[in-house]
Each structure stands twice: as structure tokens, then as C-alpha cells.
């Protein structure tokens, strides 16, 4: 087995060798600290990459300015400084090379290299490709720019997919909870395999007109499908949320791009474990797609239920202390997602079901402080993620060593990108509408092709494995797509929504024309304007008989099981001195605000807000408020804030008032 | 230069290799895979012993155990998983080992090995003795959990040392900062000194006896003076406020072990940095020890300079988005600890003193609701990143590979110690008294004897080089007196107390005896009974003139330029209808709010708290309450609860008492 092989080990910065051993010591500390004052470098210039965008996007909020979302200046940004890196800065070549012979067999994981005497311990970083080993030192400072891939998908994206299922606003989500596993499942697969074969015919092409310059076989171009087709929730949410865009079609692109990213991420795994046994290994095989598709399946179920079962499992009742409940439930998600990497599922996809489950019950066992320390931690995480992620991108362009840039393939993925949304959205929106009740109308349909933006998931997928040809080329189309898309399709989506005469309501015209609108905006559910009942039953109609079966049995069993809540409500409501709006509205639904819903969202993406903060005081920001704000309006903004005060009033004072003994349910104690 | 030297390549996991590259490329994936599995699988379990101590901590919180600190906790439990570890779980043999020679001249940084074409990265992890080079392949799993000493200093340690200075008392800090700085500097030098000296006795004599099994110079000695001359905050902040204790021991202390850190640090480095040029490099030379003694300021004032110029920087204007603000503080908080490590400056020392700067000036710039989720962040990160390095130290006394435990030199480490304390403390003590006003008394001597608990720095220094024989008995000695100092130091703290008759206020006995001292303790500092003049002309009789001079300036000058307190006070108070004390005091003195002060901890760590929580509700926790609570403690806490909700909501409802026409000052208007 021990088969000979050439090693050549190739030397950068050759260090002089002392005789004396504490001499020695010290050049390998030098050596040591000059590679770290490197790395501090490095990650300085992200950070500054980061502060610049803050406060760009500050600037903007400030100017109302909502052609350019932040996702889309981080990755300008990330150009500017990645065109900066690779022309800008010139690295002496103080590097000499050594190269030498021996042999070896493998590659393993971990090498030990004995220099006279003393062990040196070496880690296995990657492949190279042939042509850049001279790269190597040419570019040791691009090379240390570019992260280790891994890095975005353990730990980048699991806070952004874990606050994406977090927010989905789940009673619409419920609601249309068959379109959008229709469009986020069948829709997935449907757009993978149409932009696959599509490739594939422009590979065959571009093989015939000798345009490409490597392996690229149906397999990859099925890869190629499966990553594009993730689409993105970030950009459209923000721009939504800012519209405050019907609910129905927010509740469809959100609910999809959401479960989307999952879909993909397993979906691609599944496509590189198709191996068929023989020879030649491209070639079709029964067996290998029916382990293919077993393994697709059981991932996803394994993932689900883990995500799920740690969700349910995040029981705190440390109400007492916040600190601890928000590091409790900080590390149950990160450990559900370590969790179901060590089991060889899918941490991503766990960690989003972790997130919808604990939104849908364990966030209501936390104390009101935990729940607005824990909303704000993960969205920190995730705006830090998320911009971060995308001004890497941007940088990416520039800095990346293998780019490909084959313009044939990148004309032939854009049209396959945009008719493989075409065949996610119209065929599946035709069969839904036969069994919806209200329709998904043309519109909404046109809406859903424009707002099928490629992010974070895309670009994570594709620079996860670069090895090859076919990878290099499928990153940098990758990255022009999701350039290309975030730049045009997420500047464009308010003149779209305009074009498309999808109604959304202006904040600002809407505390004009009909005060009451206030109310289900701040912190309650933006569509809590009818009573409950009448919701309830508006459920009843509308849904599956599968899901109002579900919907009942989480109603009735599970929420009173796994929440604490029904006890704390009830006790809130026979002490209830005032039986305002607001209160009853708060009180009978819980769901409604204890989860992240619009108005949260609004607090910090929109440009014009009225957001309760965290200290109770009622906040109204944006310019556009200081531009057009009468003296009526503020009137009636502070007649509010009173309102506010009041309702959030009642809670505190209220055992006063009534004069009742001291409460029996601890934590309402607790609390109190 | 070319030496040929022989070198030996182990390969560890050796993979068998097929023709077939696509074949090979999933062998590689495949071992990738497994790789990442296994990491997964080792971070989970620190994960589960943070969870562990975290649900533990709740509990002792709750049955008000106060013997055992969270620090200790969580070392024990480290200790148990890594006896499990390292005794219980025994990793198949399934390596096979191929040592094979060849030629190569140096350690490189990068090592590039070809493999039948294929080109492979290696990247330097460290050296291993050569007695390691069998464990390696041995201990896969134990060598996995041991994480890159690196990754203390430069992920876990600055949040905690951010979150320390962040924290520092200002009032009682700088009204005692001589001595403190006399304690820290002065002190901790003398301390470095006289334990190394006693330690090259005690190495000595160990040669004499023949128990020394290899080098161990006087700048070892010396390096292991200055990295057990660090005192941690961690354990006796928590108590002292816990129990209220005096507020000038408090201060003199938790200042003491706050620059202690920073001078160790720069102390140690320094100590390494000491190479004489001729041969025999352990001798005693002038010019290095001046080219020491000059790094030593050096890097000191470069970092304090830097630290204090990115803290003031931090000058926030985004007041209307808490999310944007939060993120830019958090990222230049990290932004200086990379800037100072990529100038060769200390970070940790840049990032202490921009937490102090940050407190001092730039926090109160920040919005209300930014200021919440900001100290809440931070408390969070230091609360992780704390248990962490507790519960590895923990770990590592059975995980780490080459502990030498050597009984002779651990008795005379425990014996240096001590010695160097009490050098550090009573000499400095005796010659403070002498140009102090309010003397420290022999009392508060002893306590500060007792309290100098060893943490998290002494680790990290110590754990980041372990090379040498001799740095890997000071490895196993260190872990040793930070486990006593901890847990028999930081669990007698409380008995230490009632002996030495230090006053301390239990927070219960004070509310039932005088319910006027509730008010300090609630967000505001908790020397706050005495009017503002008097404070300040108490300031001006203790202490010294250089003092005095530059908090003149300070106050007159520094902070009004660099916040924008002083006109949002102006407004405040203009509008103030109800002239209570506590406005008064919250609106005149904006130091005591805005900054982390004794009632803010007690937030969380407290087990009696009456504290206010972030939506403005008033909490009192804690089961010793529920014990023995009457209806008048309720009654009084309730109304008190009433006033606080009241003094709120005055901010909120002014300008509609006032009829006033809105606020002039745009980022006031942005709050309302």
C-alpha cells in the first residue's frame, strides 16, 4: 500500500537556524508574533469594513435614503477595499523558497516534521490547485484575507438562520403554511433541476464551442442549481417590513426564502453524495439517487427534529435572572446546531427549527426582561452576521485567487436563474390557487420572481469547496448573481411593489388618515385589528383540514404544556383594573407579542418608526416624522405615549390598586 | 544555509489512495467530515458544562449557597468531565502510523506538500516535545479538547478585561486612584520580584536535592513572579457585592486587580523580551535590562494611549437607531484590542482602558435603550467568556498533556505566594497611610491579603507558552494556586469579613431599618446619600493635588466636550414638573446612572436584589425575600415600585403637562 509519491515541500519564510536553542526560541516567537500582528491586521480591515457600513447605513436612514439596502453598500464597500488589497498594496517578497523531495503517501490531517531534534506539529488546511503554488507566495497577503470557508457556515450563518426562523411571523406563516412548504419544497427541487439541465445544455455547448477548460460534469451543474436556488430573506424583509407590505404576500417570500436555505443546504449535500459504484462515476445509477434521495430525507427529518426537540427542551425557569435565562437560551441554540453537526445532520437547518420552535414556545417562559435581552442579542448577532457576510463578498470579487470568469456561463446561469424561479413560482402559484381560498393573485406572483434574491446561504454554499474547475467557475457566477440581484432586484423592489399596485401601507400616511392603526403596530401583531374569535375562525376556514387538526391539538396541548403562560394570563387578566384595547388584545393573545413581529423589526430597520423601547418610553424616530410632523400629529403621537404608559402602568401598579394579597404564581412574584 | 537535517513525517489517519481522483476527492471529504465532526462534538461539550453551571449557579443562587463562587462551580465541573475524559473513554487504535525521512532545512509557517500532483497546505500549529510525539497519535480526542492557548488571549480575554474597566466605581476609583495605582503598579512589581527571587532559591535548592529534571533560568523565575502577580476581579467583585461591602475596600481592590492585569501582562512580556546578546544568554546585563525596562513603558503608554483614543472616538451620534449604536460600540471595543496587537501594543491593556474611557465619557452619549443593550451585551459576553475559562482550567488539570507536578516546587510556589502578596500589600499599605486622610486600616489589609485570588490572566499567561520544562511546571503550579485561591480564598470571603469585622450591609436588613437607603442602591451609585457639593469637596480633601487638578479639568473641560450630556441635562431639568429626590439626584450627577455601578450588578448577581429592569418595572428576587417578606416590606417595596414608575414616567409625559412646543434638541426629541 506504501506507494511512493514526489513531495515536494515548498518553504516560505525560511527562518535562519541558531545553534543555541533559546535563540532559536525566540525567532519562532518572532515569527509567531509577526503572523498574529498580521491576523489583528486583517480582521481590522473587516472591522472597519463593518463601522464604515454602520455608519453609511445610519446616514441613509437619516436621509431616507431606500434605493440601497445595507446588505447591498456592505458588499460596495467590500469592492472598494477588495480592489484596494489587490492592486493597492504591494508585499515585498522577502520570502525565500526552498523546495526538497521525499516521499509520503497520503495527505493526512495532521503532520509532524521533525527538525533536528525538535517536533513541529502541522494541520491540513486544504487543497491548492496546481497554478497556484506560485500564488501561494506571491499572495500571502490576499491569502489572508480569504477566511477558511468554514468559517461562514459554522459561524456566520447559524445566527442568521436562527434569527430568520425566530422572526417568521408565524400566524400568517400558519396560515398559508401549505403554499409556502409547497414553494420552499417542490419549488426548491422543481428550480434546481430546471437551472441543472439548463447548465448542462450550456456546458454541452460551451464543451462544443471549446470554451471550457475542465471537468464540469451534470452533477455539478445539478450543484449549481441546488445553491442558486436558496433564496435570500434578508434584503426583502427589510424592505417589506419598511412598506409594511400585505401580510399575505410578506408571510409567502419570507416563509419560503426561510425554509428555502434549508431545503438547499441538504439538497447540495445530498447532490455531492450521489456516488454511483462503478467506473465511471458520472453516470446515472438507480441505486445511487435512491441513497441520494434517502439521505436527503433522512437529514432533513433528523435535522428537523432536532432543531425542534432542543427548542422544546429550553424550558428556563431561571426567571429570577435574566443574565443567566439569556445565556441559557443563547447556548441552547448554538448547541443544537454543534449538536446536529456531531450527529451528521445538518446544524443549519436545526438551528432554524430550533428557532420557530422556541419562538413558538419556550420565548414565553422567559421574563420580560430575558425576552428583550435575548431579542436583542440575536439581532446584533445577525445584523453583524449579515453584514459581515456580505461585505466579504464584496471583498471576495477582488481577493479570491481563482476566479473564473467564463462569460458564456455566466449569461447561460442568469437566464437559468431567473427561468428556474419562473418554474418554481408560476406552475406551483397555478396548482396552489386550486385549492387556496384567497388567491395568489398575478401580481403577488410577479412580486415573488422579482423578490428572489440570492444572500448569505448562495454565497456560503458555493465558497465551501473551490477545489475544482466547475466549483471555480460556479463561485464566481455565484457572486455575480447575488451582486446582481441584491444591487437590482433589492433596489428595485418599491418601484416593483408600485408597479405591481401591491398595496403597503406608509406609517406616516396611515397615523394621518386612521389613528387606530396605531395600535396593532406597536409590538402587537400588525394584523390583531380584528378581535380574536373572528381570527380564529378566519383560521378554521382557510386552512388545511391537516393543519386545523395541528392547530388545535398545539392549542389545546402542547402551548398549555410547554408554556407557563396560560396560568401568568389568566392571572393577569383577574387583576386587570382597566380593561382597555391594548390590554385585552396583549393579554388574551400571547402569541402576538411575545415574538418578534413587525413592529420589532420596525424599531430598527424602519425609517419611519413608532417603536416602544426598552425602557417603556415611546419612541417615534425618522426624519421624515421631523419633516412633516404638524403639531396634530404630535399631538396625537404623545396622547399615544401616554396610552402606552399607561397600559405598560397597569401591571405594576395593579396589586396595589386592588389591594389583593401578594400573588401565588411565583414568577408573576417574580416579576413584580 | 541549506543544513540537511533529517525529517521525520508521521502520518496520522492514513488514507488509502485511489487512481481515481473523483474517488480520492471523497476520501478527502470524507476526512474533512469527520474532522469537523469531532470538533463539533468537542465544543459541544463545553457547551454542556456552561449549561451545566449555568442551571447549577441558578440553583445555589436560589437556595442562597454563597460558599461556592460560579468561578470554583465551574471548575469543578471541569475537573469532573476531564477525569471522564481522560480516564473513561478510550479512543480505538485505528491509526496507522508511516514515518518516513526526507529533507528539510527549517519550521515554516506554511508548509505546501505535493501528493501525486495534488498540492496540500499545512499550517504550523506549534512544536510538540519529543516526548509528546507518541501521545500525539495516543490522545487524538484529549489533544482535540485542548483549544490554541491563543484563543484565551485573544477571544475570551478582552471582553472580560472590557467588561472590568467598563465596570471600574469612577467615583470611589479615582478618589482612591493613588493608591491603587501605587497597589497596581508598584505593588505588583514588588510582588513579581520578590516571588521570583524566592523561586530561584527554591529552584536551587531543587538542583541541590537533584528534583529538577531540566532548565529553569532566574527569567523563569522572574516570568512566573509576574504572572501570579495578577490578581483577579472576577470572584471578589461578585462578592463584595453581594454583601455591600465598603466601598473603599471595594474600590481599592477591584481597581488594584483590574490594572494588576494590565501590568502583569506588560510585566511578563517584558520579562521574555530580556536577551542579553553575548553566548551565555541567562546572564545579568544592564543594556538589556534597561531595553526591557523601556519595552515595559513603552508598550504600557502605547497601549493606554491607544485604549484611551478609541474610547473617546467612540462618539456616537446614531441616537435613533439602538441597534446601529450598539454594533459600532461593540465593534470599536474590538477594533481597538486588533489595532493595539497590530501596532505590537498589548490589546488587552488598549481594551481596559478604552472600557474605562468608554465609561467615563462616550457611554453617556448613547441613547437610553442603546445603553441597555449595551451593558447587557457586555455583561453576557464576560459572563461566557469567564465560566469558560474557568470550567477549562478545570478541564485542562487532567486534558492537558504534559503537566509536570512537582511537590517541592508547588510548596515553595503556594510559599511565594503568600509571601509576595504580603510584600505587595502591607510595606505599600504602611507607606499610603502616611499621605492618606482616611487611613486603610490593618483590617483592610488582611482583606486584601486574602482577597487576591488568582484567575483568568494568570491562566492565560501561563497557558500560552508551554514549551520548555520549565514553563510546563509553572503551567501545572499555576492551575494548582489559582484551584486554592479560588475556592479556598474566594469561598472563606464572607467568613473573612464577619472575622476581620469589615462592615458590610446585608441589602434585607437595611431595607427593614432605614427604607431611605433603597434609593442609592436602585441605579444609582450607592454613595450617593450625601448631596453633591459635599462629595465634591470631600474629593477635593482627599486627594492629592495632581488629582485634583486634572478632575477640574476633567469635569470642566474634557467632559463637557465629549458628551452631550450637559445639554440634554439643561432640557431635562427645565422640564421637570416633580422635583423628587430621585430626579434630582439622577439628573444632577449623570455619572452615577449611566454608568455599571454597584445596583446594575446586583442585578444579576445578587441572590437579595431589589433592582430595576429594563421595561422600567420594579423587581425584587430573590427567595431570601420570600422567606421573610411581611406585608409592610411588600407595601413599602410596592410603593416604591409606584415612585420609580412615576419618576419614569415623567420623561415621557412632560411636554403634554408643560404644553410646550417640542424639544429644541433633536436627539431629545428622538427619545420621546
Redesign the interface.
Known amino acids: 500500500?506504501?506507494?511512493s509519491?514526489?513531495?515536494?515541500?515548498?518553504?516560505?519564510?525560511?527562518?535562519?537556524?541558531q545553534e543555541?536553542s533559546?535563540?532559536e526560541?525566540?525567532v519562532?516567537?518572532k515569527?509567531v508574533e509577526e503572523?498574529?500582528?498580521q491576523d489583528?491586521?486583517d480582521?481590522?480591515i473587516f472591522?472597519?469594513l463593518?463601522?464604515l457600513t454602520?455608519?453609511t447605513?445610519?446616514l441613509f436612514?437619516?436621509r431616507r435614503f431606500r434605493f440601497l439596502h445595507e446588505t447591498g453598500l456592505a458588499m460596495i464597500y467590500g469592492v472598494l477595499v477588495g480592489v484596494v488589497l489587490r492592486y493597492g498594496i504591494h508585499v515585498p517578497r522577502d520570502i525565500s523558497n526552498?523546495t526538497?523531495?521525499?516521499?509520503?503517501?497520503?495527505?493526512?490531517?495532521?503532520?509532524?516534521?521533525?527538525?533536528?531534534?525538535?517536533?513541529?506539529?502541522?494541520?491540513?488546511?486544504?487543497?491548492?490547485?496546481?497554478n497556484?503554488?506560485n500564488d501561494?507566495q506571491d499572495n500571502e497577503m490576499l491569502r489572508k484575507v480569504t477566511f477558511d470557508p468554514?468559517v461562514f457556515f459554522n459561524i456566520l450563518l447559524p445566527p442568521i438562520i436562527f434569527h430568520a426562523g425566530y422572526s417568521l411571523k408565524r400566524r400568517h406563516f400558519f396560515r398559508n403554511m401549505g403554499s409556502i412548504l409547497a414553494y420552499a419544497f417542490l419549488g426548491t427541487v422543481v428550480s434546481c433541476f430546471v437551472i441543472g439541465l439548463l447548465m448542462y445544455g450550456c456546458v454541452l455547448l460551451m464543451k462544443q464551442v471549446g470554451q471550457l477548460g475542465g471537468d464540469f460534469f451534470f452533477t455539478d451543474c445539478l450543484f449549481f442549481g441546488a445553491i442558486v436556488s436558496a433564496t435570500d430573506p434578508v434584503t426583502v424583509l427589510a424592505i417589506f417590513n419598511e412598506l409594511q407590505v400585505d401580510v399575505d404576500l410578506y408571510a409567502l417570500l419570507f416563509g419560503e426564502s426561510v425554509l428555502n436555505d434549508a431545503v438547499a443546504v441538504i439538497l447540495s449535500s445530498s447532490i455531492?453524495a450521489y456516488?454511483p459504484q462503478g467506473?465511471n462515476?458520472?453516470t446515472f445509477e438507480v441505486m445511487a439517487l435512491l441513497k441520494s434521495f434517502g439521505m436527503f430525507l433522512g437529514v432533513f427529518s433528523g435535522s428537523f427534529a432536532l432543531g425542534v426537540a432542543t427548542g422544546v427542551v429550553t424550558f428556563t425557569k431561571?426567571r429570577?435572572?435574566?443574565?443567566?435565562e439569556?445565556?441559557?437560551f443563547?447556548?441552547?441554540s448554538?448547541?443544537t446546531f454543534?449538536?446536529a453537526?456531531?450527529c451528521?445532520f445538518t446544524?443549519v437547518v436545526a438551528v432554524l427549527f430550533c428557532g420557530i420552535t422556541q419562538a413558538h414556545y419556550t420565548f414565553n417562559n422567559l421574563s420580560?426582561?430575558s425576552q428583550?435581552?435575548t431579542k436583542?442579542?440575536f439581532?446584533?448577532l445577525n445584523?453583524?452576521a449579515e453584514n459581515f457576510i456580505f461585505s466579504y463578498m464584496g471583498l471576495a470579487l477582488f481577493t479570491f485567487q481563482s476566479h473564473i470568469f467564463n462569460p458564456m456561463f455566466i449569461v447561460g446561469a442568469f437566464v437559468a436563474v431567473f427561468l428556474g424561479r419562473a418554474a418554481n413560482i408560476y406552475p406551483l402559484s397555478l396548482l396552489l390557487n386550486l385549492g387556496r381560498r384567497n388567491k395568489i393573485t398575478s401580481n403577488f406572483q410577479h412580486m415573488m420572481m422579482f423578490a428572489g434574491l440570492r444572500g448569505a446561504m448562495t454565497f456560503a454554499l458555493s465558497i465551501r469547496d473551490t477545489?475544482?474547475y466547475a466549483r471555480q467557475m460556479m463561485f464566481t457566477t455565484t457572486l455575480l448573481v447575488v451582486f446582481f440581484t441584491v444591487w437590482i432586484c433589492g433596489g428595485g423592489t418599491t418601484q416593483m411593489l408600485s408597479c405591481q399596485h401591491i398595496r403597503y401601507r406608509n406609517l406616516l400616511f396611515q397615523m394621518l388618515l386612521c389613528p387606530d392603526f396605531m395600535t396593532p403596530i406597536v409590538g402587537v401583531d400588525s394584523d390583531q385589528d380584528n378581535p380574536v374569535s373572528s381570527e380564529r375562525r378566519s383560521t378554521k376556514q382557510e386552512s388545511a383540514w391537516l393543519f386545523r387538526i395541528w392547530y388545535n391539538f398545539d392549542h389545546n396541548y402542547l402551548k398549555p404544556i410547554l408554556t407557563h403562560s396560560v396560568t401568568f394570563i389568566s392571572v393577569c387578566v383577574s387583576n386587570n383594573p382597566l380593561p382597555s384595547h391594548q390590554n385585552e388584545c396583549q393579554l388574551k393573545d400571547d402569541d402576538s407579542d411575545l415574538i418578534l413581529t413587525d413592529g420589532d423589526i420596525n424599531?430598527?430597520y424602519g425609517d419611519i418608526t413608532v417603536s416602544t423601547?426598552?425602557?417603556?418610553?415611546?419612541?417615534?424616530?425618522?426624519p421624515a416624522f421631523?419633516g412633516a410632523?404638524t403639531s396634530d400629529d404630535?399631538d396625537r403621537e404623545?396622547?399615544y405615549?401616554?396610552h402606552e404608559?399607561v397600559m405598560?402602568?397597569t401591571?405594576?401598579?395593579l396589586?396595589?390598586d386592588d389591594s389583593e394579597p401578594?400573588f401565588t404564581d411565583p414568577h408573576h412574584?417574580?416579576?413584580?
Chains 1, 2 share one sequence.
Open positions: 500500500m506504501l506507494v509519491l514526489s513531495v515536494s515541500i515548498c518553504v516560505c519564510r525560511a527562518s535562519s537556524i543555541d533559546a535563540m526560541n525566540i519562532t516567537e515569527k503572523s498574529h500582528r489583528s491586521a480582521l481590522l472591522i472597519m463593518l463601522t454602520i455608519l447605513i445610519w436612514k437619516h526552498v526538497m523531495s521525499c516521499h509520503v503517501n497520503a495527505s493526512p490531517a495532521t503532520l509532524l516534521v521533525n527538525v533536528s531534534g525538535k517536533f513541529y506539529e502541522y494541520t491540513l488546511k486544504g487543497e491548492i490547485g496546481a497556484e503554488v501561494v468554514e455531492v456516488q467506473d462515476s458520472h431561571l429570577d435572572f435574566p443574565l443567566l439569556t445565556a441559557l443563547f447556548l441552547m448554538w448547541s454543534l449538536l453537526e456531531a451528521g446544524g420580560p426582561d428583550d435581552r436583542q442579542l439581532e446584533l445584523f453583524l477545489a475544482t424599531l430598527t423601547d426598552a425602557s417603556g418610553s415611546h419612541t417615534s424616530g425618522g421631523a410632523a404630535l404623545l396622547t405615549g401616554d404608559l405598560r402602568g401591571r405594576l401598579v396589586p396595589m401578594p412574584r417574580m416579576r413584580m
